[in-house]
Antibody
């Protein structure tokens, strides 16, 4: 069973950046396709981007492509999401998620990382 | 493309409710649709994958379908229980994007 464990809560100033990590276990790294999804308070799910490490493919949602970098480290089976130029509207819970091999449904989720952007 | 869901639905325990997810831009049948349940304070969990498949552990009261004529997918929950009260999201994709519907708040009262 795949488990995703994310880094802890962050409090950031406007204009700064945040890096959230997501350590995977219980599967093979080559089968992962890590997506990052955020959820602002009281709002819905918003896909931010993904990385498929086995083919080194990265896609970003248009809303974020100027501010986001997604990466992965096979040696530590960890995915990362960095978001720069933070604004108060970036206050949200950030989730990593991955489907099972040969699927596209987001069956596995991290516990979520709250990020608060406030001066 | 965009997936549009009703903002909220409500129904009584024991009844049946259907939540729609309409695709704008492209065919609903061109990519699988998945459905997630999210309770407050928790990450989403899959209740339907690949249009109409139910993960192990999800009651058979949950079912999914797609309708090409209306370009929409549907999640149907029968025999409603108070524990089904949650937010529900549809999700689909194209080769470079993943898209969620805006979510539907289900009230069972």
């Amino acid at each position: 069973q795949v488990q995703l464990v994310q880094s802890g809560a962050e409090v950031k100033k406007p204009g700064s950046s945040v890096r959230v990590s997501c350590k995977a276990s219980g599967g093979t790294f080559s089968s992962y396709a890590f997506s990052w999804v955020r959820q602002a308070p009281g709002q819905g799910l918003e896909w931010m981007g993904r990385i498929i490490p086995i083919v080194n493919l990265v896609n970003y949602a248009q809303n974020f492509q100027d501010r986001i970098t997604i990466s992965a480290d096979e040696s530590t089976t960890t995915a990362y999401m960095e978001l720069i130029s933070l604004k108060s509207e970036d206050t949200a819970i950030y989730y990593c998620t991955t489907p099972p091999a040969h699927s596209t449904s987001f069956d596995y989720w991290g516990q979520g990382t709250p990020v608060t952007v406030s001066s | 493309f965009i997936l549009t869901q009703p903002h909220s639905v409500s129904e009584s325990p024991g009844k049946t409710v259907t939540i729609s997810c309409t695709r704008s831009g492209g065919s609903i049948a061109s990519n699988y649709v998945h459905w997630y349940q999210q309770r407050p304070g928790s990450a989403p969990t899959t209740v339907i994958y690949e249009d109409n498949q139910r993960p192990s552990g999800v009651p058979d009261r949950f079912s999914g379908s797609i309708d090409s004529s209306s370009n929409s997918a549907s999640l149907t929950i029968s025999g409603l229980k108070t524990e089904d009260e949650a937010d529900y999201y549809c999700h689909s994709s194209d080769p470079s994007n993943q898209v969620f519907g805006g979510g539907t708040k289900l009230s069972v009262l």
